[in-house]
């Protein structure tokens, strides 16, 4: 399969950091010092996949499109602190940045669908290429996106909010407060939120319809970044039990996903030229959907017994040590 190549202009960086930070999370650490460590590491993660990206690498796209979920998910996560007047056009731009790279990224795992089920018949290797124009056309569009002076503004625009945005300097008792906090409190509190949302939703899973699912999938992703991020807080005796946390939140993040590359590579093949009806018949298997969705019923019915944030699992309550 053909993969376009394309020529690097000069790399976005990050604004200058004036903030020297800790390299490590601690539970008594401040919220502002938290959310700068956590959406630097994952900015730096982004612009680190930039020109494998840029070159047609699907794995760099794919950890680029990791390492944005991780930052946006790190926005969320320490919201309302971060909600600042800036903080939607930040926002506005990262969606867009995570629009141009999905695309290619769900015609990537499409494709990868296609290949595996095919072997070598005549009609697939035919039908595939359609599916590798798409990819390329989509991929070049990609490029120039990555390569834009937008990119490089919503980086450096990113990087300067995140170290010294109008959040981090507001006066209020709240603002105050929110800056001051406690990160194990913060996240006990987050944590707890989210998965009291997840799994209320998820108890309806089978119910759901395609969009709801794909929300729920979202939620789903939201948690499993946010544990992943937090891995600093859990102490020695708690590191299995965030583990298990972990591996059911993951099991059912997988079930989600496939359900979800399934609607959208049966969309995308509807958009393919002259591929022909069958071209999406193979994202149909409803065998495979009830097999999904069972397994992500388990993994959230072993996820509710376990009951798993509680402010011991994180670190008893401290005042910031940054």
Not at 136 to 150: D, I, K, T, V
Not at 227 to 244: G, H, M, N, Y
Request: glycine share 4%; aromatic share 4%.
């Amino acid at each position: 399969m053909s993969r376009p190549t394309t020529s690097s202009t000069a790399p976005a960086k990050p604004a200058t950091r004036r903030n020297v930070l800790p390299g490590r999370l601690s539970p008594g650490m401040a919220c502002d010092t938290a959310f700068r460590i956590i959406a630097r590491r994952h900015l730096d993660a982004v612009l680190a996949q930039h020109d494998g990206t840029c070159r047609g690498d699907p794995d760099a796209l794919h950890q680029i499109r990791i390492a944005l979920t991780h930052l946006r998910t790190a926005i969320r996560f320490f919201s309302p602190m971060v909600d600042d007047a800036l903080r939607p056009s930040v926002w506005a731009e990262l969606r867009w940045l995570n629009s141009q790279l999905g695309l290619v990224r769900d015609l990537d795992v499409a494709i990868e669908r296609v290949v595996a089920e095919s072997g070598e018949e005549l009609a697939v290797v035919a039908e595939l290429q359609h599916w590798d124009e798409k990819r390329a056309e989509s991929h070049r569009l990609l490029a120039r996106a990555l390569q834009s002076a937008r990119f490089r503004r919503l980086v450096e625009q990113t990087s300067t909010w995140i170290e010294s945005g109008p959040w981090s300097t507001r006066r209020s008792k709240e603002a105050v407060r929110l800056r001051r906090c406690p990160l194990a409190d913060h996240a006990t509190a987050r944590l707890t939120e989210w998965e009291e949302t997840l799994l209320r939703r998820a108890r309806k899973l089978r119910k759901l319809d395609v969009e709801k699912r794909h929300k729920l999938r979202l939620l789903n992703k939201r948690m499993t970044y946010s544990v992943e991020s937090l891995a600093d807080l859990f102490a020695d005796d708690s590191l299995t039990k965030q583990k298990s946390i972990l591996k059911q939140l993951r099991k059912a993040q997988r079930s989600l996903g496939q359900l979800n590359d399934d609607a959208r590579g049966q969309a995308l093949a509807a958009s393919l030229n002259g591929a022909g009806p069958e071209a999406g018949i193979r994202f149909l298997d409803r065998k495979r959907e009830k097999k999904l969705l069972r397994t992500a019923s388990k993994a959230y019915r072993k996820l509710d017994k376990a009951k798993p944030f509680r402010s011991s699992d994180l670190a008893p309550n401290s005042t910031p040590d940054d």
